[in-house]
C-alpha cells in the first residue's frame, strides 16, 4: 500500500523546457486517462507565455508524442495554470502561493537547468507548506561529489528527506525494476551469484546516434556524468545488491546504497574514454573539446560476495546499434568431462538482460550437438522477449505517480547519489585523459578491448557469444 497523503497539486518548474514536452505532458494525460491524476496542474516558466500559450503546448506534446487522447487531454487541460516569470524574481514566488491557494502539499518539480536549482530552492523556501511539500530533481544530480553534497544540504534546508525525490528515470523502466524481481523470486540463481561461480558482469549502453542537437548541455556532460553516474551504475546495483529484508522503499534504497559504498574508486588506467569523429563539427561544441562521447571502465566492488569478479560497464554515441544490455558471465565447469576446451569466449554458461530498445531475459548453455560424437554448442533460451512499450506504464508515468503518494521506491537515495559521484571522481577531469577518437558506428576505440581482454573480450549485445 502506498504511503499518504497525497500531493494536492503539482507544480513545474520548467514547464515550455524539453523535457515537460518530451516526457512529462505524455506522461500526465496518460495519468489522466487512468485516474491517477485529478490536481491543480500549475506550469511555471517564461513571462511572456499565459495559460492558453501552455494549454496549447501542451496539446502540441501529446500529439507528437503520446498520441492525443481527447478526453483525457480536455479533462487535463481543465487542471492546467499558468504563473509566468523570473526564477529570481520575488513577485514571481509571490503569485505561484496565489495559484496554491489551500493546498497543503504540493509537489514541486525542478525541469530545470542545474545552475537555476539554488535560485527556485531558495524562492520555495519561504513558502509555509516547505516542510510538508515533496520536491522532484532531475538528473544531473551535482556535477561531482562535492557539488552533491552541497546539493543536498541546500535541499534539505528547505524539505524534509522523505520530500525529496531524484529522478533517475532508468530505475522507472520495467526492464530494469524487472532485474530485481527476477534475482529475488527465482531459488536457482542465489547460490551461485557470487565470486565463485560469476567470472564477469559486464554492462553495455549503447546509442547509434550522436548529440542530437545537444551539444552545448553535452559539453557540460560527457558519456561518465550523462549515463555512467547514474543509469549505469544503478543497473550494476540491481544486479549486485544483496537481497532487501523485504520491498519497502527503504529496505531496497538502503541495499543499493549499501553496494554502491563497495564499488571502489575507479582508476585512471581502467577507463578509457573516447570521442567519434565528428563530434566536434557541432558549432556548439569546443574545436578542441576532450568531452567523451564514450566511456569504458573496469570496476571492482570490495565485498565478500564480488570480491575479485570484474564489473565492465561501457556507453557511447555513434556507436554500432542502440542497445542496453547486461551480461552475467559463469564460469566454466571445474571438470570438462566430456574433454573439451571452453575457452569463455560464447561457450559458458551466461544469463542476458537485455534492458532496451526491446526486454528479453534470457540463459546461455550448452546442449549436446546431434551426432555420434560427445561434443557441444551454445544454446541460448529465452525466458522473457518482448518489445519495451508491450503494456505497462511509462517511466515518468510512474515516477510522477510515485512521487506524489510519497514513495521513494524508484529515486535514488542521498547516499547513493553521494557514492556514485564518490566512484566516478578520479575520472571526471576530461584533461587526465583526453579521448580516442572512434569511427561512428563502430564499437568505440579500440583502446576499449584491453579492459576486456582478460576475460574474453565485449560481449556484443544483442549477439550470443562475442564480438
Known amino acids: ?41 500549475i506550469g511555471v516558466a517564461k513571462p511572456d507565455w499565459n495559460a492558453e500559450r501552455f494549454r496549447a503546448r501542451v496539446r502540441e506534446s501529446v500529439t507528437e508524442r503520446g498520441g492525443l487522447d481527447p478526453a483525457a487531454f480536455d479533462k487535463l487541460a481543465s487542471l492546467i495554470q499558468y504563473v509566468e516569470g523570473d526564477y ?98 527465482n531459488s536457482f540463481l542465489e547460490p551461485i551469484w557470487n565470486r565463485d561461480f560469476v567470472r564477469s558482469v559486464q554492462i553495455t549502453m549503447a546509442e547509434d546516434f550522436g548529440v542530437k542537437g545537444r551539444g552545448k548541455l553535452y559539453e557540460e556532460l560527457g558519456a561518465v556524468r550523462d549515463v555512467v553516474q547514474n543509469h549505469l551504475l544503478q543497473v550494476l546495483a540491481c544486479l549486485a545488491m544483496d537481497a532487501p529484508k523485504d520491498s519497502s522503499a527503504e529496505a531496497l534504497r538502503d541495499q543499493k546504497a549499501r553496494l554502491l559504498k563497495a ?54 554515441k555513434s556507436l554500432a546499434v542502440t542497445c542496453t544490455e547486461a551480461l552475467v558471465e559463469l564460469k566454466a565447469p571445474a571438470r570438462t568431462v566430456f574433454g573439451e576446451r571452453l575457452s569463455g569466449r560464447g561457450d559458458v554458461n551466461y544469463l542476458r538482460f537485455r534492458l532496451g530498445p526491446e526486454v528479453a531475459i534470457a540463459l546461455g548453455v550448452r546442449s549436446k550437438f546431434p551426432g555420434e560424437r560427445m561434443t557441444g554448442e551454445q544454446t541460448e533460451l529465452l525466458a522473457l522477449t518482448r518489445p519495451l512499450a508491450s503494456g505497462g506504464t511509462g517511466a515518468y508515468e510512474r515516477l510522477l505517480s510515485d512521487a506524489m503518494h510519497g514513495d521513494e521506491t524508484l529515486f535514488a537515495s542521498e547516499e547513493s547519489v553521494e557514492a556514485q559521484w564518490r566512484v566516478v571522481e578520479p575520472i571526471l577531469d576530461h584533461r587526465l585523459q583526453p579521448p580516442s577518437v572512434y569511427e561512428p558506428g563502430t564499437w568505440g576505440p579500440a583502446e576499449a578491448e584491453r579492459l576486456a581482454a582478460p576475460f574474453g573480450g565485449w560481449h556484443t549485445p544483442g549477439v550470443t557469444g562475442r564480438k
Open 263 to 316: 564499488v571502489a574508486p575507479v582508476a585512471v588506467r581502467d577507463t578509457v574514454r573516447g570521442q567519434f569523429r565528428g563530434y566536434r563539427d557541432d558549432p556548439d561544441i569546443a574545436p578542441d573539446s576532450h568531452v567523451e562521447t564514450y566511456a569504458a571502465i573496469r570496476l571492482r566492488i570490495d565485498s565478500e560476495r564480488w570480491r575479485g569478479v570484474p564489473f565492465l560497464i561501457r556507453a557511447g
Open 88 to 185: 529570481a524574481a520575488p513577485d514571481t514566488y509571490a503569485r505561484l502561493r496565489r495559484a496554491l491557494g489551500k493546498a497543503k502539499r504540493p509537489l514541486f518539480y525542478l525541469a530545470i537547468p542545474p545552475a537555476l536549482f539554488p535560485t527556485v530552492i531558495a524562492g520555495l523556501k519561504s513558502f509555509p507548506s516547505s516542510r510538508t511539500s515533496r520536491v522532484i530533481v532531475e538528473k544531473p544530480f551535482g556535477r561531482d561529489l562535492a557539488t552533491a553534497k552541497k546539493l543536498n544540504r541546500l535541499l534539505l534546508s528547505a524539505f524534509p528527506e522523505s520530500g525529496i525525490f531524484r529522478v533517475d528515470h532508468y530505475l522507472g523502466k520495467e526492464p530494469v525494476q524487472n532485474i530485481i524481481y527476477f534475482r529475488f523470486s
Open 1 to 41: 500500500m502506498r504511503p499518504e497523503p497525497v500531493s494536492d497539486t503539482l507544480v513545474f518548474f520548467g514547464a515550455t523546457g524539453d523535457l515537460a514536452y518530451k516526457m512529462i505532458f505524455p506522461a500526465l494525460q496518460a495519468m489522466v486517462k487512468r485516474g491517477r491524476l485529478d490536481v491543480p496542474i
